[in-house]
């Protein structure tokens, strides 16, 4: 259940992701949804190597940690496909 998580919290990050960067992007949704479900990846990963991996209840740092990370990769991507697309 947990990988269902944390792909469904990828996705959601990326495709809002995609409309909180300003600007039009040329770089197709599916790059977004995919960057959102790797980095929210990531973002456990670092959570356990923090060692915020296993708590009771909610694990509410292991979920900031990566929705932050989701949040600034698929706003990193965005910016770095606008700046090939001017260049």
């Known amino acids: 259940m947990e990988i269902v998580g944390l792909i469904i ?14 600007g039009t992007q040329n770089m197709p949704i599916w790059v977004h949804l995919i960057v959102g479900v790797v980095a929210v990846q990531v973002g456990y990963w670092i959570a ?29 991507v965005a910016r770095l496909g606008a700046r090939r697309e001017t260049a």
């Open 48 to 76: 356990a190597a923090l060692g915020v991996e296993e708590t009771s209840g909610i694990d509410w740092t292991r979920w900031i940690i990566s929705i932050v990370l989701a949040a600034i990769a698929v706003y990193l």
């Open 9 to 22: 919290a990828g996705l959601v990050i990326g495709a809002l992701g995609r409309f909180v960067v300003p």
